[in-house]
């Protein structure tokens, strides 16, 4: 309203001529249209998505985790560091040692998976993979070339699900005085069928020397004396 030559505005006194003051909006008003204006996806194209920010979290956690211990261990951060290389060489010495796993513990060691086959075809497929390089392939097929051979003369029983391991001993009872490379046997065609490691061509010629040999050995029927 105009009063003489003043213009009031609310409680505001302007002198003649000067400017209008802006509109004003309450805050909460003001609060919520902020808060609607930068909700608008515009807004948020370059925000890390939902694995980054989870990603973030993780090192922050490790981060973190590092900090406690470097304040409680000796020697601070080179402390935590030596910690941290034992760790991963144990961790190296153990993967190098056991190789990967393959398969679960009830299954390794079977030495038959397929249907039945002679000593003779199992030792023809082992020369073909071992002509061709395929030295893994070639000490399984003369394993089982060898369990067969002794399945066949009658020193072991048939048996379906008999693991490598379970033949040397049986094997053993017959044959004392292989007893160690029939267990050298077994051991190679499990750390190489289950074990996740490659043979070479050393040991399938040991495996090969192993079959031909026990071929011409004479069994001792009895067993061992007590």
């Known amino acids: 309203m105009r009063t003489g030559g003043l213009i009031v505005t609310g ?4 002198l003649p001529g000067a400017e209008t003051p802006p509109l004003t909006t309450p805050r909460d008003a003001a609060r919520e249209a902020a808060e609607r204006e930068l909700a608008k996806r515009a807004y948020h194209q370059d925000d890390p998505g ?14 973190g985790l590092l900090d406690s211990a470097s304040a409680s261990t000796p020697g601070g951060g080179y402390g935590v560091l030596a910690v941290v290389v034992l760790v991963v060489l144990l961790v190296a010495a153990l993967w190098w040692r056991l190789g990967t796993p393959r398969r679960t513990a009830t299954s390794a060691g079977i030495l038959f998976d397929d249907g039945l086959r002679s000593a ?5 497929a082992a ?4 002509a061709a390089g395929r030295w893994t392939e070639a000490v399984q097929e003369r394993m089982r070339a060898l369990v ?32 160690d490379d029939l267990r050298a046997a077994a051991r ?15 040991a399938y010629a040991r495996l090969r020397t192993l ?11 009895t067993g061992p004396t007590a």
């Open 11 to 14: 409680t505001t006194v302007l």
């Open 50 to 63: 939902l694995f980054e920010r989870a990603l973030d979290r993780f090192w922050e956690w490790i981060g």
């Open 120 to 124: 003779a075809d199992h030792r023809t």
């Open 127 to 130: 020369e073909a993979h071992a």
């Open 148 to 179: 067969r051979s002794l399945e066949e003369r009658t020193l072991l029983d048939p048996r379906p699900g008999r693991t490598a391991d379970e033949a040397a001993a049986e094997a053993a009872v017959s044959l004392p005085g292989h007893a």
């Open 188 to 202: 190679t065609f499990d750390d190489v069928t289950y074990g996740g490691r490659t043979a070479d061509p050393d």
């Open 211 to 221: 079959d031909l040999t026990l071929e011409r050995t004479k069994p001792l029927l």
